[in-house]
């Protein structure tokens, strides 16, 4: 099946649109704008039976089309010589759930590492963990210590003991429970320590998946190389503000949390060279992409300047009127309303297309969100 943005003006009577090309956008955009209509039972709750068996709707920016396939098709959008980029950050299982002596249910979500055992987390009930509390998890092997307040009322600077002599993060991996985002309405189990992980995670850090990543399968990456093309990773752990909606009315006061990045000189030099050599340089997920354009404004990017990798924390926020530096393609799921992955992607495709490929992906029952469907833009 095969429609064109053509089509699309003709039926919203959008004029004038140039196909393949993106409009400027003006810093009046509204947030409203980025509202979409979508049934809840096509909220995906549950991975694909197969990481590979998930639908990939392709846009093709220049011609302004869509093609609907299969994830298992990826290897015939790629050519020799394009480099996919993973973020290989590992997901860890930071939410810790437990209860009062009195009876009542908490929540500790470890947000990120401060130093040691030390971190900032979110803490539910906020008016009863105070400073000074000391929560018992796993039978009393993991406490959690509240130090102080930190940001909002919500936040929490909390400390991590072990009862016995093994690291607190052990017993983080053995209790803490899958932070499945808010929109999967069911408690996490056995499956999603798996499914809810990219099959190349290492470096553990990010409280959410990088989930354009989810659909590989070691048979789709060993077809990419067939053609030719290969993979790179950087790092970059991702954080709760993933899944937070933008609430300013204006798109350009919205403020972005920072996360942590990092590209090692031997990516940074296989990037320059693959640019070099006239290859596509295809992102895998969102987060890959602000990574990527984070580093393309660092005046030592590709000089050779760093003793070591590219590392620091990026509070880029891409939308409409963004130019990219760095990537030619993106590998993406359908995002939420109001959030800024689906700005960024707005950004990339031009919001128009991006527009009509949502509606058209309602219209054809894709599955959204984490454990959802994905998108190719070309």
Avoid: C
Avoid at 31 to 43: M, S
Avoid at 239 to 257: C, I, L, N, Y
Avoid at 357 to 366: C, F
């Amino acid at each position: 099946m095969r429609k064109t943005l053509i089509d699309l003006i003709k039926v919203t009577k959008v004029n004038n649109f140039p196909v393949g090309a993106q409009r400027a956008v003006p810093s009046s955009l509204k947030t409203k704008d980025f509202e979409y209509d979508l049934p809840r039972e096509l909220i995906a709750q549950h991975p694909a039976e197969r990481r590979d068996s998930s639908r990939l709707m392709v846009l093709d920016r220049a011609e302004g089309t869509i093609r609907h396939r299969m994830f298992s098709d990826l290897p015939e959008y790629v050519s020799a010589g394009d480099l996919l980029v993973l973020n290989n950050t590992r997901v860890f299982p930071a939410r810790l759930l437990g209860r009062f002596p009195t009876g009542g249910a908490f929540e500790v979500f470890l947000v990120r590492r401060l130093d040691n055992d030390r971190w900032l987390a979110l803490v539910k009930p906020g008016r009863r963990i105070k400073p000074g509390k000391r929560l018992l998890l796993g039978n009393g092997f993991l406490q959690v210590v509240v130090e102080d307040f930190s940001g909002t009322e919500g936040e929490r600077i909390v400390r991590l003991e072990a009862k016995d002599s093994r690291d607190p993060l052990v017993l983080v991996e053995l209790y803490g429970h899958v932070p499945l985002p808010p929109y999967i309405s069911r408690p996490d189990n056995d499956e999603d320590r798996l499914r809810y992980q990219t099959i190349y995670a290492r470096f553990t850090g990010a409280v959410a998946a990088p989930t354009a990543g989810l659909h590989f399968t070691p048979k789709v990456m060993e077809a990419v190389r067939e053609r030719g093309a290969d993979f790179t990773e950087i790092t970059l752990h991702v954080g709760p503000g993933t899944f937070r909606p933008v609430v300013t009315e204006s798109v350009a006061g919205h403020k972005m949390e920072e996360e942590y990045y990092s590209i090692d000189q031997a990516a940074i030099s296989w990037i320059i060279e693959t640019k070099k050599k006239g290859g596509k340089i295809i992102a895998v997920g969102t987060t890959s992409v602000r990574a990527l354009e984070t580093a393309a404004g660092d005046p030592g990017f590709g000089k050779g300047q760093q003793d070591g990798p590219l590392a620091g924390w990026t509070g880029l926020f891409i939308y409409p009127g963004y130019s990219f530096r760095m990537v030619d393609s993106l590998l993406t799921n359908f995002h939420l309303p109001r959030s800024t992955l689906l700005m960024l992607v707005s950004a990339f495709a031009g919001k128009t297309l991006i527009d009509f490929a949502y509606r058209e992906a309602v219209n054809e029952g894709y599955r959204f969100y984490s454990y959802g469907d994905a998108m190719l833009i070309v």
